[in-house]
């Protein structure tokens, strides 16, 4: 496993992350979490990223005690707020009520004195970006967290982040953006501001829920085991895996793979990595054989001809 810094910040994070988004706390019984996190250590993965709203929380309560066990400095744990935790008015968004209240629910379902990396789920167009920075340096100062950052913010928010923070206040350390070679947005501006800001992308969805694993194939049932036959977790995934264009080039990208003898999920992990402002792709898992094959794609290198085909058959 190869380690990336987060941006300038000190901390080094593992290339390949482990999610818990629609698995851990929801179809994953507790030995099968177990299991996968288990595997996920012996690959050398050290970063884990969840969210306050995961299952309502239970993916941090699982987390939370399937990590007890473990030294709290061999890894790097991430979780978000700013999704509705509750009916009453204050129950959601980035004000600094809910912030501070929803970062102390998630240290207890946690079982841990601090959060490396607290994200802002979305942006919050209701409260001033003064407000949310003091409240995150604050719970920095507090020792509650040590880095702050955000997922899928506008331009035009990041760079009043940072012109609030200024040199008084702890600047954002990362952005957590979807990324993958079906969604290729973040190449327009965010990487660009994020480089010279030094803040890391730690990115999500880098096989756009499974469809570049390669497992689906145009006029063919799902695999019963699969993401896309789970009425619990596909209703993001139907947007891909119900076009038989994208999965007839996923079929081809196959053959890319084999010449780099490498699985098709590898090479699309791969093609994410070879941006210098990706410190983390954070992959799902449902089995352990999953994080095996994901984190070995740490590593690959892929040269300009075999990134320009890749690109080219999925543009």
Request: charge should be neutral.
């Amino acid at each position: 496993m190869n380690y990336r810094r987060l941006g300038d910040a000190g901390i080094r994070l593992s290339e390949i992350g482990l999610g818990g988004w629609m698995t851990f706390g929801a179809t994953l019984d507790m030995d099968r979490a177990r299991a996968i996190f288990n595997r996920a250590f012996d690959a050398g993965i050290n970063f884990f990223d969840t969210a306050n709203a995961y299952a309502d929380g239970r993916c941090e309560q699982v987390w939370g005690e399937i990590l007890q066990d473990r030294r709290r400095s061999d890894y790097v744990l991430a979780t978000k707020v700013y999704f509705p935790m509750g009916d009453g008015p204050n129950d959601r968004g980035l004000s600094r009520k809910h912030v501070m209240e929803q970062c102390h629910a998630s240290l207890r379902r946690l079982r841990t004195d601090y959060i490396d990396l607290y994200q802002c789920h979305r942006w919050d167009e209701n409260v001033t970006m003064q407000e949310l920075v003091r409240a995150m340096d604050d719970l920095i100062h507090q020792g509650k967290i040590l880095y702050w950052g955000f997922s899928e913010w506008p331009i035009e928010q990041i760079e009043l982040a940072l012109r609030t923070c200024g040199e008084r206040y702890y600047r954002p350390k990362s952005s957590q953006p979807g990324y993958s070679l079906l969604r290729r947005g973040p190449e327009e501006k965010l990487f660009a501001l994020t480089s010279r800001a030094g803040i890391g992308n730690v990115t999500f969805s880098p096989l756009a829920q499974g469809t570049l694993s390669g497992k689906y194939k145009p006029a063919e049932p799902f695999p019963a085991d699969s993401r896309a036959a789970d009425d619990r977790a596909n209703m993001f995934i139907k947007r891909y895996v119900g076009d038989p264009e994208i999965l007839r080039k996923v079929q081809k990208l196959s053959t890319i793979a084999q010449e780099h003898h490498c699985s098709t999920a590898q090479l699309a992990i791969a093609w994410c990595l070879r941006r210098p402002e990706v410190t983390s792709v954070i992959t799902g898992a449902t089995k352990p054989e999953q994080v095996t094959e994901n984190a070995e794609a740490s590593g690959i290198s892929l040269d300009e001809a075999t990134i320009r085909r890749m690109e080219e058959l999925l543009a």
